[in-house]
């Protein structure tokens, strides 16, 4: 069974950084689209970055500039460094990935369970 595991929430001042993983484990075939989506309390889950197969990459304007996607695909891990953090990022961080596993063969989105992020003022 294919499963989303992130890493590396905590709270931290404002100005300062965070750097979350994801781990993609099970038996998998390929991955395709991976990202980072956000839920702060009484808002809607956004998407807060996305980084393609290939590499290319797409950010919510709220973070361009202070947040850097990345993916090792030996790894299938995705990571999203957060800098000059703001208490407006306080939120759930949760990853997403587009993959295919061997055991079905089919295409699905899986995601994590989340991981807290605090921005202290």
């Known amino acids: 069974q294919v499963q989303l595991v992130e890493s590396g929430g905590g709270l931290v001042q404002a100005g300062g950084s965070l750097r979350l993983s994801c781990a993609a484990s099970?038996?998998?075939?390929?991955?395709?689209?991976m990202g980072w989506y956000r839920q702060a309390p009484g808002k809607q889950r956004e998407l807060v970055a996305d980084i393609t197969g290939f590499g290319s990459t797409n950010y919510a304007d709220s973070v361009k500039g202070r947040f850097t996607i990345s993916r090792d695909n030996a790894k299938n891990t995705v990571y999203l460094q957060m800098n000059s953090l703001k208490p407006e990022d306080t939120a759930v961080y949760y990853c997403?990935?587009?993959?295919?596993?061997?055991?079905?063969?089919?295409?699905?989105?899986?995601w994590g369970q989340g991981t807290q992020v605090t921005v202290s003022s």
């Open positions: 997403t990935a587009e993959i295919i596993s061997e055991t079905t063969w089919r295409k699905n989105d899986y």
């Open positions: 099970g038996i998998i075939f390929s991955i395709n689209d």
